[in-house]
């Protein structure tokens, strides 16, 4: 292909690959430039002939040839000098350091000292996170942590304790009403199981709108999504288990339920116990507890109810808000009552190609109980799925004791970032012995590191999409070769691993065998190990990538005869919890030093178009979208706070306080603030708010109001006061 740049001829080879920026997957066409003889991406584009995404791409995967060849890049392995500074040293002379330094850490305290954190980077990367979780089993370390104990661990815990439905939830291409709580996948590219996927979002839900489905959304924002809804709940922050118990006593007093299918796979006492523990939350107590019209949020739980199919979902704003466990519970409630699964006969339309081939009948599996993973040292919290709790890891690091955590790997993360309660991951990162990340940028927390791997990115390895993988809206096989050469000392995350492995005398163990010794395996060679079990073999997958694969389609089978898991929908402890948050006026009042005269508005998250997380900024195109994580604010709050666009203002938690920079958005509810996560600097303070943002981690306690079963922190629906702030005031802070 030959394109001509300011009337130049220029060879441009064109590479079909897929973006990994976030989880969504989206297939592109790679534009790269061989006539310098150093191949260059000059541009992305989508791929209109894509069965499921018909050329979708978003701002962020566009800027992918930036990413590449950003002059600030890390392209060498970095070591910290005595003085702080770093300096470039060859990738095998910093693992054998590394290596070194590991095993005498595990040799004198154990393996438990040696702990991981892989955040949303890692997940991105499909050998990143089995390869780094089969090193900690290799080493005997049960310290493995991840970002999904940090915004959503209720999402496997309320399944794993009620019960679930092994067939899964109904499809969203025939789903009748959908039922979104506070998620947006316009912007994040991600929606519960059965819901609207980052797939094309918008011409999707144009379409399957045309074709008679319902939308209703709560959210206390007039998002991109409520924006198309036929009912939007615009709910106060953090009361959301209260409208979803107002929502299920209307189905239930009403007798709107599957009653049949309650029949059969409800446990009856629990049900009954369920029925009068929302009878408290009538359509007036509703009402007036979250700030919308009765009428309203009795028309939205008929819509749901009328279905007949559908699915209800929710999202990260509710799950970081207060009782987050308790409103994870509640959706699933309204999906049992309605009976929104998937029945005997009828086929999947997500085919999870690379997960294992396991039955998918039409039963309930478990339920399982609380978690039963090891314990942590704090607050009583046990590990789950193999991972423990997020919230605690910092303590860990920080504490004395025969089991603190002494080594820490942060593996396509950013802890200082991202982990909730800033001062407490601070305090974790300058007491840890040995910090060893996995990064292509100096980010905040590799500015403590001592030592940095420059990994290969996503052009740069063969690649599939691990969690994307099981939401596809059709059987749709996905994978990648590496379609750009790498430039400098880079390894792949999953190297890393195996070097270090290597070094110490470890076997890494995946589904498929272990990973040879001697001569570092090809990704490709990794990634069949990893999907060794994969229901569609990997060649399969290569063979058809971009395409739909309608004979692999799943068909849900029929129940055992002697199936005998029944849904619990009454569980104790939230019922207890669900009395508890009645007596409630708001549910800030569960934070130690709330005072509702002083923290009168509520922040919340807030997902951005051109960022992802910590990663963005760094970006010339994106930082010019979106320069600073703004406190976006209703005009009209505003105005009673003498604030103005791009005035400063200052929001205190009862933990701690940030200085943000104010903008007016007509779609926040009154009383609400919304800002993104992960912004600012690893100095604690806000002296270049304009320029890198604040971070709302600082305003989080981690011990004030977190959930006793998963450990999650409140870090949405936080109660703040709001003040504006005079430049002149705040150059003196």
Request: hydrophobic fraction near 40%; glycine fraction near 8%.
């Amino acid at each position: 292909m030959v394109s001509h740049d300011q009337g130049v001829a220029v060879a441009v080879e064109v590479k079909r690959s897929f973006c990994r920026i976030c989880h969504a997957a989206c297939p592109v066409n790679v534009h790269i430039d061989d006539s310098t003889g150093s191949k260059k991406v000059i541009k992305v584009t989508g791929v209109d002939e894509d069965p499921i995404f018909n050329g979708y791409t978003c701002i962020k995967g566009r800027q992918l040839p930036d990413q590449i060849h950003d002059p600030a890049r890390l392209r060498h392995a970095l070591r910290r000098r005595p003085d702080g500074t770093f300096e470039e040293i060859a990738s095998s002379d910093a693992l054998d350091d590394a290596a070194a330094k590991l095993k005498a850490i595990i040799d004198e305290h154990g393996p438990r000292a040696v702990a991981t954190y892989t955040g949303t980077g890692g997940y991105q990367n499909a050998p990143s996170h089995p390869v780094a979780a089969a090193f900690h089993k290799a080493i005997g370390s049960i310290s493995y942590y991840t970002s999904v104990t940090i915004d959503q661990p209720m999402k496997a815990t309320a399944n794993m304790r009620m019960g679930i439905w092994e067939a899964g939830p109904q499809n969203f291409t025939e789903a009748d009403v959908l039922l979104a709580i506070g998620y947006n996948p316009m912007v994040s590219s991600f929606a519960p199981f059965g819901g609207l996927q980052g797939t094309d979002p918008f011409v999707t839900l144009r379409n399957r709108k045309a074709e008679g489905l319902k939308l209703v959304v709560i959210d206390p924002r007039r998002t991109e999504l409520a924006a198309q809804a036929d009912i939007h709940l615009q709910v106060k922050p953090g009361e959301d288990p209260s409208l979803l118990a107002g929502m299920i006593n209307v189905i239930l007093t009403e007798n709107l339920h599957d009653q049949n299918f309650c029949d059969q796979w409800v446990d009856q006492e629990q049900l009954d116990t369920l029925r009068l523990a929302v009878e408290a939350f009538t359509p007036e107590y509703v009402a007036e507890r979250c700030g919308v019209d009765a009428q309203e949020m009795i028309a939205g739980a008929r819509m749901f109810a009328a279905g007949p199919t559908g699915i209800s979902g929710s999202g990260t704003g509710p799950s970081m808000s207060p009782h987050p466990s308790l409103m994870e519970h509640l959706s699933i409630c309204l999906n049992v009552l309605c009976g929104r699964y998937m029945r005997e006969g009828q086929q999947i339309e997500s085919a999870g190609f690379l997960q294992p081939d396991v039955p998918k009948r039409a039963q309930v599996i478990g339920p399982f109980g609380n978690p039963k993973g090891p314990e942590s040292r704090f607050r009583g919290l046990r590990g789950y799925n193999n991972e423990m709790p997020c919230s605690t890891l910092a303590q860990e690091i920080y504490t004395p004791g025969p089991e603190q955590v002494r080594a820490l790997i942060v593996n396509g993360g950013n802890p200082v970032a991202a982990w909730p309660d800033q001062a407490k991951s601070l305090k974790a990162m300058e007491d840890i012995e040995l910090l060893i990340v996995i990064d292509h940028r100096m980010t905040q927390t590799a500015e403590f590191a001592d030592y940095v791997f420059a990994p290969r990115l996503s052009l740069e390895r063969s690649d599939v999409p691990p969690f994307m993988d099981r939401w596809f809206r059709e059987p749709y096989a996905c994978y990648t070769e590496a379609v750009l050469e790498p430039e400098g000392d880079l390894l792949n995350d999953w190297e890393v691993y195996w070097e270090i492995a290597e070094r110490i005398g470890v076997q890494i163990d995946l589904a498929g065998g272990p990973i040879p010794s001697g001569e570092r395996p090809t990704d490709d060679e990794v990634l069949d190990l990893v999907y060794a079990k994969s229901r569609v073999p990997m060649d399969e997958i290569r063979a058809n990538a971009g395409q739909v694969l309608a004979d692999r389609k799943i068909t849900v089978a029929p129940a055992d005869a002697e199936a005998g898991g029944r849904f619990q929908v009454a569980l104790a402890d939230h019922m207890q919890e669900l009395a508890l948050v009645r007596t409630e006026k708001t549910s800030a009042e569960i934070m130690t030093g709330f005072d509702p005269e002083v923290h009168t508005f509520r922040l919340i998250s807030r997902r951005l178009k051109s960022h992802l997380n910590s990663l963005g900024g760094e970006i010339p195109g994106l930082a010019k979208k979106t320069p600073t994580n703004y406190a976006y604010m209703n005009p009209n709050d505003m105005v009673d706070l003498d604030l103005v666009d791009d005035g400063l203002v200052r929001l205190a938690s009862p933990h701690a306080e940030l200085i943000g920079v104010v903008k007016s958005d007509a779609s926040m509810r009154s009383g609400v603030i919304s800002m993104s996560h992960s912004w600012g600097s690893s100095s604690g303070t806000d002296e270049k708010v304009r320029d890198i943002g604040a971070p709302t981690n600082r305003l989080i306690d981690v011990e004030n109001g977190y959930c006793p079963i998963t450990g999650q922190a409140i870090q949405s629906a936080i109660p703040v006061s709001v003040e504006a702030v005079t430049e002149a005031a705040f150059a003196t802070v």
